[in-house]
């Protein structure tokens, strides 16, 4: 059966460029389980943009001497080119900065305070000393007054996960520039979460096929689930939608309460863009549609406890029910696939400390389907991990290259050379219809491990598959049958060419660049998963902006066995992978440490 398959993705903050780190938890996760999918023949809807507003963009504009809206536009250019670089197929990925955006997320805050679940109180508010502007939250840093954590966050604790606010850590300093901040109350607006911890803890006690790691983490947030502020003292974001609030340049709703709004409203974008206005609903009001939440584990707090606050509020309930008050009923999530995270060289990431390696930088002297590889393999899926180079280099030559790369290349580079198409399949042996039906069966071990989110695992499966025609070959020798047994070696070459034709479709997830080049080795035509493209979105009032999307419904790919024709002309083949010499990382280990001194 069909199903509606929502992949909302963790927005990246447009305030810089993004670094690996970034995208091992929301990037490539996401996208391997979204190509997967509609290889499979769901329908999906992949959405997320850059997330534009807060006062992390005001300081970094400040820093740069530039406006927010300057700031924002122009890595939200760099940020979209890095993603369609890495492949990410998004059916819309678009920014927060839309008139649409501000439409739903208003609607949202208005709907949620005249039920009673947004309230007034009063905070205490960080502001910088030295600029006189609002401090958010994650630009403050202390010790926790729980577990005594030295580099606690304004709004939470890594270490012990209990949500703070910033007036609650002992000898807080900003981030920004080491000084003390000046808290002065204030008057905010609030989500009251703690009139939705009953239902929240039904719920996601239910989620057993959650990753424990976020079930366990999701279930203590509960434990003292305090209202959260949901309005800051800024000039930068969305507006207020209370007749009070409207001229006021001084209150706005905070980033967060929108960023997480933008899953609904990059889903309502899109089916505007694609001329299907009321499309959008069937993910959001379909009780049999999934939605798939992916981010890094700093961010389940938001998916897993305010967002579904937020999406119950509104609709007075939980996935198909008929709801009762104005707000419509909205699906909340599935599943909340969470990355761990990933260090660099022993290090945390630190863009200001020179510890990172961009995207577009890796992009620039490496292969995509590289990087992917590396984070779905050796990523922090399940665990915090440490990318170093030289495990880089490792993994892509004695793995990706020698277990993938050399198979395809060495059975392409014979076959092309004994026959020059494919050979016939009319003389097969048992061992040879052997192998080909254990590659088949890989379909529906390696579609399953996709479907529980288990990438890693998924993609090593796809090593041994390949690994064992590696082994068929060893033993068949089609390299002397070619000298002696002309009729035997394509029988032979045939069974590779349809286990390698196979095992194309089934690394296509993980591998989108290089498993196109080897569907066109083979002499196939069009693309097998579809192909990313940038169009401009055109909105009501005649403002205009960039959407990263594709045309999927184009992809000649399913996820099912292939059919190799006999005496179908093969290209002359290519390497698919570059092998990486030892010097990469001396190299890549000196350009760090001129970052980290500089």
């Not at 009673?116 to 030295?130: D, E, L």
């Not at 959260?228 to 209370?242: N, Q, S, V, Y």
């Not at 590289?370 to 050796?378: E, K, N, P, S, V």
Request: glycine share 8%; aromatic share 10%; charged share 25%.
């Amino acid at each position: 059966m069909v199903q509606n398959i929502l992949v909302s993705v963790a927005w990246p903050y447009a305030n810089g460029p993004r670094h690996i780190g970034h995208v091992a938890g929301f990037g490539v996760p996401s996208d391997i389980f979204a190509r997967y999918h509609r290889l499979a023949g769901n329908r999906v809807l992949m959405v997320s943009g850059t997330d534009e507003h807060g006062t992390p963009i005001t300081v970094q504009a400040d820093k740069e001497g530039v406006t927010p809206k300057t700031l924002v536009d122009r890595y939200n250019g760099i940020i979209t080119e890095d993603l369609m670089k890495l492949g990410l197929s998004y059916d819309l990925f678009t920014r927060t900065t839309t008139l649409n955006h501000s439409v739903i997320t208003q609607d949202l805050f208005k709907t949620l305070f005249e039920k009673g679940y947004i309230i007034k109180k009063y905070m205490m508010g960080a502001f910088s000393a030295r600029t006189g502007h609002t401090l958010p939250d994650r630009f403050l840093e202390g010790t926790c007054p729980h577990c005594a954590f030295e580099e606690a966050r304004g709004d939470q604790c890594d270490n012990c996960g209990k949500q703070l606010d910033p007036e609650e850590l002992i000898n807080p300093r900003s981030k920004v520039d080491g000084e003390p901040p000046v808290f002065r109350e204030s008057e905010h607006f609030f989500l009251d979460l703690s009139a939705f911890v009953d239902p929240l803890r039904r719920w996601i006690n239910d989620q057993e096929h959650w990753r424990s790691n976020v079930r366990r983490f999701s279930l203590n947030l509960l434990e003292d689930l305090q209202p959260r502020a949901i309005t800051r003292d800024l000039e930068w974001g969305i507006t207020i939608p209370l007749p009070e609030y409207e001229d006021r340049s001084d209150k706005k709703i905070y980033v967060w309460f929108d960023a997480v709004t933008g899953y609904l409203s990059a889903s309502v974008e899109w089916a505007d863009y694609v001329g299907q206005p009321d499309a959008w609903r069937e993910w959001w009001q379909n009780p049999e549609a999934r939605h798939y939440y992916f981010m890094g584990k700093d961010n389940i707090v938001f998916h897993s406890v305010i967002w579904p606050s937020m999406l119950i509020g509104y609709g007075n309930g939980l996935p198909g029910s008929l709801g009762t008050g104005e707000g419509e009923p909205l699906g909340i999530p599935f599943d909340v696939v969470s990355s761990e995270f990933l260090t660099m060289e022993g290090r945390k990431f630190s863009s200001s400390r020179g510890v990172v390696i961009y995207v577009k930088d890796f992009l620039d002297r490496y292969d995509p389907d590289a990087l992917r590889f590396y984070l779905t393999i050796a990523g922090p899926e399940s665990q915090d991990t440490d990318f170093t180079w030289a495990e880089f280099v490792r993994r892509n030559n004695d793995e990706l290259v020698a277990t993938w790369g050399n198979l395809v290349n060495r059975v392409m580079s014979m076959t092309n050379k004994a026959f020059g198409k494919v050979p016939p399949n009319d003389k097969l042996q048992p061992a040879d219809r052997e192998t080909i039906e254990k590659v088949e069966l890989a379909f529906g071990s390696i579609g399953d491990l996709i479907e529980k989110c288990s990438f890693k695992a998924a993609l090593a499966e796809c090593l041994l598959t390949a690994d064992l025609v590696n082994r068929y070959l060893n033993d068949t020798e089609p390299w002397q049958l070619v000298k002696t047994d002309m009729e035997r070696a394509g029988a032979v070459l045939y069974t590779a060419l349809q286990c390698i034709d196979n095992l194309k479709v089934l690394l296509a997830p993980f591998l989108p660049f290089s498993c196109q080049r080897l569907h066109q080795m083979l002499g196939y035509q069009g693309s097998l998963s579809g192909e990313l493209r940038f169009d401009e979105h055109q909105e009501k009032n005649g403002d205009s902006h960039r959407v990263l999307t594709g045309d999927y419904h184009k992809r000649v790919g399913t996820w099912r066995p292939t059919a190799l024709p006999p005496g179908q002309a093969l290209q002359d083949p290519q390497p698919l992978f570059k092998k990486l010499d030892d010097s990469v990382v001396t190299e890549e280990l000196a350009r760090m440490e001129t970052r980290v001194a500089e």
